[in-house]
């Protein structure tokens, strides 16, 4: 019954709310191009085309994470390739991605599955806007009762201990405390940067 509302909920948000964030942001984006030279209007387009784009891409984070039949974590590494291949390949990094196999039976609920992919989204955005690098890798391994999650990157690393605004660590942070899991951010500055996640699993 559970897996039944769940599967609704996310056809509802999808097909609801979805398809008017889309309907936004289509309809903001044919305005733009009859602003003729009206600098407010544009730029007050423009805002509605980028947050509705924003609004979309949780929406599709949210429906994904409701979906009961994306309860395994092989669901879950196959999203986190789908999107380290979009965000990396525009910006000509290479892609290291290693798991372990003996990860995929592995369940989690919804909110440390929701928690998991987004701790990893947001590191690997992070690391496509600020680091520089030329090469991602990204570890995940299963050690005794933990799940082990590795983003590490080649790039200009940064001082750990100073607060960036919009860098995310502090939201990463929060996520890992709600999902019961360690965050280490290790960083020297000219070296590069290690995110290194560690979740209990049963």
């Known amino acids: 019954m559970e897996d039944r509302l ?16 889309t309907s936004i942001n289509i309809i903001s984006k044919m305005a733009l191009l009859q602003t003729d030279g009206n600098n407010t209007m544009k730029n007050n387009l423009q805002k509605i085309k980028d947050h509705s784009g924003h609004m979309m891409e949780s929406m599709s984070d949210m429906v994904w994470a409701i979906n009961p039949a994306n309860d395994t ?23 290291y991605f290693r798991e372990d196999g003996t990860l995929y039976d592995i369940k989690l609920n919804l909110g440390q599955r929701k928690d998991l992919y987004l701790v990893f989204k947001e590191a690997l955005n992070n690391a496509v806007k600020y680091s520089e690098a030329s090469e991602i890798h990204i570890l995940l391994s299963r050690e005794n009762n933990f799940m082990k999650m590795q983003i590490i990157d080649n790039g200009k690393g940064f ?3 100073k ?32 995110i290194v996640l560690q979740v209990h699993i049963p």
């Open 6 to 21: 769940r599967s609704k909920i996310a056809r509802d948000l999808h097909d609801e709310m979805g398809s008017t964030l």
């Open 73 to 95: 974590l092989e669901k879950i590494i196959l999203r986190m390739k789908e999107h380290a291949a979009e965000v990396l390949e525009p910006s000509k990094i290479n892609l």
């Open 159 to 161: 001082e750990t201990e």
């Open 163 to 194: 607060s960036y605004s919009g860098n995310g660590l502090r939201n990463m942070h929060s996520r890992a405390l709600q999902m019961q899991a360690s965050l280490k951010i290790q960083s020297i500055q000219g070296s590069g940067s290690a």
